[in-house]
């Protein structure tokens, strides 16, 4: 049986890989401005090697930052050691396919795809660009569809709230990463069933629940971003935390997620959330006054 886990267990760091959204307003987007600094790049190291010319406009450090940067380089097909340079993004997507995602590529993990293509080839900012593919290639290969694969996870005992409840039962889909999560009075099947349901009631049933029978189920992520996030918000005796539950999703929701490159809200309704900030004062007051207190309390709390 897996130990049971609570709102004071030290997390681990969450670590993710920088966004790469492209443009939707008709203006280029980060990979085609990734494509034309990297040709750039190899132009002015050529230019500097083969001839010693700078780039009209470099000032004396930039010139000096360049000659420092050549250096490592070999002449004319440009070697960095036995590391033959990659010039365009192009190439280096091609390079990437072969040793990631083709037949002979077996896609492998990050750090074995990394250490493969980077005893052969260099470019410039490789690092990031691969874990940045290799993620985005895994993702999209998990899963094509909203709520056909999610990931679920029961936590606790938690500090008993007024309410009762003493677990939290969440449910991550993985293609937007929209999480649900339920406050528990038991861990008990019948009331996990109950929740379920009600995911399927909402979502329709997905293909595939991925769990490991009870020990510990996979949804780690989720789990960690829940619980640190409560953790900020709950009294000194930690017995408020499902009054923050709700708030708690909210804020998971609609915050850019390093996986996908979007909000899990705009991925399941195709716009962005609306903040209470957004709403005219008057129509936000009116609906705050009519919310029960233990809301109010929560609500300010959550704005504090």
Same mark, same amino acid.
């Given at each position: 049986m897996a130990q049971e886990r609570g709102l004071s267990r030290q997390q681990p760091a969450f670590r993710g890989v920088e966004p790469q959204p492209s443009s939707s307003d008709g203006t280029q987007d980060l990979a085609q401005v990734r494509q034309c600094t990297v040709e750039k790049k190899w132009e002015e190291i050529y230019a500097f090697i083969s001839a010693g010319s700078y780039p009209s406009g470099y000032d004396q450090a930039q010139r000096q930052n360049l000659r420092r940067y050549a250096s490592k380089f070999k002449q004319k097909e440009l070697f960095v050691g036995t590391r033959?340079?990659?010039?365009?993004?192009? &190439?280096?997507?091609?390079?990437?396919?072969?040793?990631? =995602?083709?037949?002979?590529?077996?896609? @492998?993990? $990050?750090?074995?795809?990394?250490?493969?293509?980077?005893?052969?080839?260099?470019?410039?900012?490789?690092?990031?660009?691969?874990?940045?593919?290799?993620?985005?290639?895994?993702?999209?290969?998990?899963?094509?569809?909203?709520?056909?694969?999610?990931?679920? &996870?029961?936590?606790?005992?938690?500090?008993?709230?007024? =309410?009762?409840?003493?677990?939290?039962? @969440?449910? $991550?889909?993985?293609?937007?990463?929209?999480?649900?999560?339920?406050?528990?009075?038991?861990?008990?099947?019948?009331e996990v069933a109950q929740h379920l349901c009600s995911i399927i009631y909402r979502h329709g049933c997905p293909k595939r629940i991925l769990s490991d029978q009870g020990r510990e189920f996979v949804n780690e992520v989720s789990y960690n971003l829940v619980l640190i996030s409560l953790r900020k918000l709950v009294n000194d005796q930690q017995n408020n935390w499902d009054l923050y539950l709700e708030p708690t999703l909210f804020s998971l929701r609609s915050k850019v997620h390093t996986t996908t490159k979007y909000t899990p809200f705009f991925l399941m309704y195709g716009r962005e959330a609306v903040f209470p900030s957004e709403v005219p004062a008057q129509v936000t007051r009116r609906a705050c006054t009519s919310d029960p207190p233990e809301t109010q309390h929560a609500r300010k709390r959550w704005h504090s």
């Open positions: 033959r340079v990659v010039k365009t993004m192009d &190439d280096a997507r091609k390079i990437f396919h072969e040793f990631h =995602s083709s037949p002979i590529g077996g896609h @492998t993990g $990050t750090h074995k795809t990394l250490n493969a293509v980077y005893s052969r080839f260099y470019w410039f900012g490789m690092t990031v660009d691969i874990k940045t593919w290799v993620c985005i290639n895994c993702f999209w290969e998990t899963t094509d569809c909203l709520w056909e694969l999610i990931g679920i &996870d029961l936590t606790g005992p938690l500090p008993k709230t007024s =309410s009762g409840f003493q677990y939290i039962l @969440t449910a $991550t889909d993985y293609f937007s990463k929209w999480v649900e999560a339920f406050p528990l009075k038991t861990k008990s099947a019948s």
